[in-house]
């Protein structure tokens, strides 16, 4: 076999996947869950969940009697923040049986939407239930499973966290969705790889916002929400504030769910484009690097192998070929854990090349002012670096 230029693009892919493989904390396994069983703490404190919900009408009730329907023994109170809401999403949030429904008020300058309708929830639970040891962050669009709340709490208890994420399992039925949900979490897995979060010797910090118990007490040494009130992407930023005076730890779910469903490629292009380029501080260098990064090990190996034979570079097209099973390997655990077909690994390329899309589209969208946008609020240029503007 002769060696041309294809050898050297595809054996740099292949190692670049062999390094991940080896060396990313084992990030690919999809292999941290929760105990089914974990051991009683000696007493259950009671937890009250905080929903910040901006027309939810949808999805609101059914999150809510998920809270209230939770086995847990220590009592659990739901108080949902209605951010001004035009279409009923209060009103349905209150016949489901949150404990409390709080209008949200005007949002001030340098606060997200979002925070702000946080920081009013946690205003509330000092109200309702000033012993509460922990606030579980959710949304509005998420259904728990019947024991989430159980064990988010005994392993927090058993390991002294002061934070238990979990990602819960996105709706994965559509066309768009089997293809682009699971590449999702691989890659999240893959930038904030979980056996490193939950190590507190590593300094990778992450969550996953729809589900986030948090000791309040480390809300408070953090200086509550407001440490994090210009952040868009929030959950990360939580769990970075958290970790240095804490230990955190993030997971996969098996129960719980997300109710938003996206039968259409614009559903999940808009949800994507609203952060990429936030999570690349907004950089153009940052930008060019992640395009040409992301060419490098999901393109490059599948297409070694056609350009390799054509231009008669066999080793080319074998490095392609290896690096192309490796990155199918890596995949399939995750694949597995969303019910799908492990033959489905061979697409991943596909769906990192829509997603390199959807980030030149949402660096395009803040070069044009658009910024981060979501429920009928832009933030602006700057909004990875808490110089934010807010238009509604």
């Keep these: 076999m002769e060696m041309g230029i294809w050898s050297g693009v595809a054996l740099i892919a292949l190692a670049v996947w062999l390094g991940l493989l080896l060396f990313r904390g084992g990030f690919w396994r999809a292999d941290r869950f929760l105990p089914c069983n974990p051991p009683d703490p000696a007493a259950w404190p009671a937890v009250v969940?905080?929903?910040p919900a901006r027309d939810e009408a949808e999805t609101v009730a059914e999150a809510v009697r998920s809270l209230l329907a939770q086995d847990y023994a220590g009592g659990i109170s739901v108080v949902v923040v209605d951010d001004r809401s035009t279409d009923g999403t209060g009103g349905l949030a209150r016949s489901a049986g949150a404990a409390d429904v709080v209008p949200g008020r005007p949002l001030p300058t340098g606060w997200t939407g979002k925070m702000w309708a946080v920081s009013q929830g946690i205003e509330r639970v000092g109200g309702i239930a000033p012993d509460a040891r922990y606030v579980l962050l959710t949304d509005a669009d998420i259904a728990h499973g019947r024991d989430s709340v159980r064990r988010l709490v005994a392993k927090a208890e058993a390991d002294g966290l002061d934070l238990v994420s979990l990602m819960v399992k996105l709706r994965c039925a559509s066309f768009w969705e089997k293809l682009l949900i699971p590449a999702f979490v691989f890659f999240f897995q893959k930038l904030y790889p979980f056996p490193w979060v939950n190590d507190p010797g590593k300094v990778t910090a992450g969550a996953a916002g729809g589900c986030m118990l948090v000791r309040r007490k480390a809300l408070d040494r953090i200086g509550g929400i407001a440490a994090i009130r210009d952040r868009v992407?929030?959950?990360?930023?939580l769990a970075a504030a958290i970790k240095p005076g804490g230990p955190i730890w993030l997971g996969l779910a098996e129960e719980s769910r997300g109710l938003r469903g996206n039968d259409r490629l614009g559903g999940i292009w808009d949800m994507v484009a609203r952060t990429a380029y936030v999570q690349l501080d907004?950089?153009?260098l940052l930008l060019a690097?992640?395009?040409?990064?992301?060419?490098?090990?999901?393109?490059?190996?599948?297409?070694?192998?056609?350009?390799?034979?054509?231009?008669?570079d066999g080793f080319g097209a074998a490095a392609g070929l290896l690096g192309w099973?490796?990155?199918?390997?890596?995949?399939?655990?995750?694949?597995r854990l969303y019910d799908q077909p492990v033959w489905k690994s061979l697409f991943l390329p596909l769906a990192a090349a829509l997603y390199t899309a959807m980030t030149i589209t949402s660096a395009w969208r803040t070069w044009r002012g658009r910024g981060a946008a979501w429920k009928g609020r832009t933030y602006g240029h700057a909004a990875s670096k808490g110089e934010r503007s807010v238009r509604e």
């Design 325 to 335: 099973l490796a990155m199918a390997g890596a995949y399939a655990p995750t694949l």
């Design 49 to 51: 969940a905080v929903i």
């Design 289 to 312: 690097g992640t395009v040409v990064g992301m060419g490098m090990i999901y393109l490059v190996p599948p297409l070694s192998i056609p350009a390799g034979i054509a231009a008669g």
């Design 233 to 237: 992407i929030d959950d990360c930023a």
């Design 282 to 284: 907004n950089s153009p």
